[in-house]
């Protein structure tokens, strides 16, 4: 073998080896909450990377106490993400049974979703949410609505 092919192939084994090192790595997402309403109740989250189900069926489902919580304002650490393209879904679950409270097909809890898309008389895709994880500490922010307006 030539000194040049030799040359030519250690090149190409090295540029792949960042490649097959991303795809092992893995993130801390923080997500800070905004517009939080009660102290009641724990914020539900539902991580996916898949877009069949979204938002519905659960990737990662994960629950926080809102005891951290400040002016309205909450925000989590979620380790051990692998890097990879997210949506998340977030419920404001008052009486903490991890199920959406509904009146005549609309929330009567609060809601939110990663990128925070305009509302629709239905859910957000998967790609209105969508969002690539690839950074080892990545901050997202969730501002979370509600069906009826603050007393």
């Not at 926080?64 to 679950?93: C, H, N, R």
């Given at each position: ?42 914020i ?9 189900g ?26 051990e ?71």
């Amino acid at each position: 073998m030539t000194r040049a092919m030799s040359i030519l192939i250690f090149l190409v084994l090295c540029a792949g080896i960042p490649l097959m090192a991303q795809s092992d790595s893995i993130a801390t997402l923080e997500i800070e909450f905004t517009g939080i309403r009660s102290c009641e109740g724990q914020i539900a989250i539902n991580i996916s990377s898949l877009p069949k189900g979204f938002p519905h069926d659960a990737g990662r489902e994960i629950q926080f106490s809102k005891d951290q919580m400040k002016d309205e304002v909450l925000t989590v650490q979620i380790e051990e993400v692998p890097y990879g393209i997210y949506a998340v879904s977030v419920m404001d679950d008052l009486n903490c049974d991890m199920e959406m409270e509904m009146f005549l097909g609309f929330p009567k809890e609060g809601y939110g979703f990663s990128l925070n898309p305009k509302f629709k008389l239905r859910a957000p895709k998967f790609k209105d949410c969508s969002f690539q994880l690839n950074q080892p500490h990545q901050k997202i922010t969730i501002h979370m609505s509600y069906p009826r307006k603050k007393k």
